[in-house]
């Protein structure tokens, strides 16, 4: 009797064994599956459907921004006690998005001249050396610019002419 109970478990353990493999094979089956799918649509999505963005962009580009002109300014930098004095010449322009905003903003020009003319008095001709010097400088004007007139945004602040003497 103890034989037939161990055979009858035996036969148990055999049947319980194949499905476990049936269900890992289906797993692996689906898993591949839902990979191809998603890679397919992945790459559809990478490769084929730019056309909708590239037009999207045209529309946006099509409307050119405005332009303000800022008063060009002479300001004399920081030196050291005993040093000869440096001048720095700043032409400037600012950048809005819509025409309508140029003359919002012309109203707030001498609050720009006078916030970039402070700003400038205090730097140093090192503060300006190099490209990151001036890409910093214009970072800061462009700060300063947007809190000078605040519910206009101002997209950036280019420079026409720099000149340090």
């Known amino acids: 009797m103890a034989d037939s109970e161990q055979a009858d478990g035996g036969a148990a353990e055999g049947a319980s064994i194949p499905a476990p493999k049936s269900k890992l094979k289906l797993v692996i089956i689906v898993v591949a599956a839902l990979t191809l799918v998603g890679g397919g649509a992945a790459a559809y999505f990478l ?69 970039f003319q402070t700003y400038l008095r205090e730097l140093r001709p090192s503060d300006i050396n190099g490209s990151a010097g001036l890409f910093r400088l214009k970072e800061e004007l462009t700060k300063r610019v947007n809190a000078a007139v605040a519910p206009i945004p101002i997209s950036a602040v280019l420079f026409k002419e720099i000149v340090v003497q």
């Open 47 to 115: 490769f084929f459907s730019h056309s909708g963005e590239e037009k999207h962009a045209e529309a946006v580009a099509a409307k050119p921004p405005a332009f303000v002109e800022v008063p060009d300014m002479l300001v004399n930098l920081v030196g050291a006690p005993g040093e000869r004095v440096q001048y720095l010449k700043v032409k400037v322009v600012l950048e809005v998005k819509e025409e309508k905003q140029v003359e919002a903003i012309k109203p707030s020009m001498p609050r720009v001249t006078d916030i």
